[in-house]
């Protein structure tokens, strides 16, 4: 059905509009919009609409006075490929200088007010953003699909920015800073995030000078709709998102390998927390000693609310209950003082990353110091995580992968 509706709040330019039935969910083709990208008014802002129109490439912009959302596939479409993302030598020494702390899904109610409320060049009037808008992506956000990226200093608020995540994208929605790079220093955890769980854009919608100097580029919306064909429901990470990804590499070449292999990620999954990504089995030969049975390795990503070392001692104690007896005299998997005497083991437990931290202590090392070095730690991390970028190297895992020396076979077992 048409009818002649005004394009946008304080306009006064009419034109033909998709008009949406408000009791049956559904939209046109996001190729009928208009040359900015107006596709239809009308419909409600209720989860199933919210989820229908991002699942086709569109988004709600704007709402009128009678409360009707307006609906926009913009052409082109900004996007964001993480293995793209330009970390400026300037961001990754804010990033590590300590001097803000980025949390997930901590207070996202209050990073939608605050992209709301302030000012932005060139905006008169109020937000777009407004209580009807923020009350509806509050409700996706309790079910799990909407996430904010938050970034403290202090202990205050002080930029951040929230969008959705369906599938295997996250599309943003708007950011915020009241501090200089507060706003690119969450950006900067999202694409993180992004790259530890496997999504393979960020849809960042409108092309602007701050996205394309991190690494977005506008796309044609033809090709932006080509990469939504390939969504697949199922890959959809719903809940609560953790503040840390611990990367792991679990392993042993004792006793029941694959059931021990499987016992190591149900403990993991009790006491650390939610395992989002894990690699196939592998079998490889004993690195650096010689044994009658090989070994069974896998990656895992971890999400936690824990800090590295909690989550360290928590491995060591997984390993131990699994059979595991260590050396007084050897500190941790990832020490520079560990002892390097290789021997059979029914369980292994590595810290390979976490997040993008550099940890030196003589207790924990990270990114895990040997890691570039191993291949039955680089096979299985590209299977999952290949953009992933070395916090001390800058090259992926894909790349350290290409450049190992290690010559040793390493076999899909499952």
Partial sequence: MYELRPRGRGSFLDCMAYLLDDEQVGFPDPRLSEEDGF??????????????????????????DEGSPYWYSLDPRMVLFPKNFRLSDSLSRRLHSGRFEVRID???????????????????GNSWISRQFIDAYCELHQLGFAHSFETFQDGRLVGGLYGVSLCDFFS???????????????FAKLVE???????????????TRHLESLGAKPIPREEFLT????????????????????????????????????????????????????????????????AKQNFLNQALVVD??????????IALEIEKDLGRVRSES?????????????????MDIDLIFFNNKVVDTPRLQLPHPRMHLRRFVLQPLAQIIPDFIHPKFHKTVSELLAECPDEGEVNVFF
């Fill in 39 to 64: 596709l239809a008014v009308g419909g409600g802002m209720g989860p199933e609409w919210l989820l229908n129109a991002y699942y086709m490439g569109i988004f709600p912009w704007y709402d009128d």
């Fill in 193 to 207: 995030f992004a790259t530890l769980h496997g999504f393979r854009f960020i849809d960042a919608q409108q092309p």
């Fill in 106 to 124: 901590t207070c996202f109610r209050q990073v939608m007010e605050s992209c709301a409320s302030v000012p932005r060049p060139g905006q008169s």
């Fill in 304 to 313: 936690t609310d824990l800090d590295a070392n909690t989550v360290l001692d």
């Fill in 227 to 290: 990469l939504l064909e390939a969504n697949d429901i199922q890959k959809s990470y719903r809940g609560r998102w953790k503040n840390n990804s611990v990367v792991l590499l679990i392993g042993g070449n004792q006793g029941d390998r694959l059931a021990l292999l499987m016992m190591a990620v149900r403990e993991i999954a009790r006491r650390i927390g939610t395992v989002s990504m894990a690699s196939s089995i592998y079998e490889t030969a004993p690195w650096g000693f010689e």
């Fill in 172 to 186: 943003g929605e708007s950011m915020f800073h009241t501090v200089t790079d507060a706003s690119k220093v969450a």
């Fill in 330 to 346: 050897s500190f941790s998997q990832n020490s520079k003082s560990e002892i390097r005497n290789y021997t059979s083991r029914p």
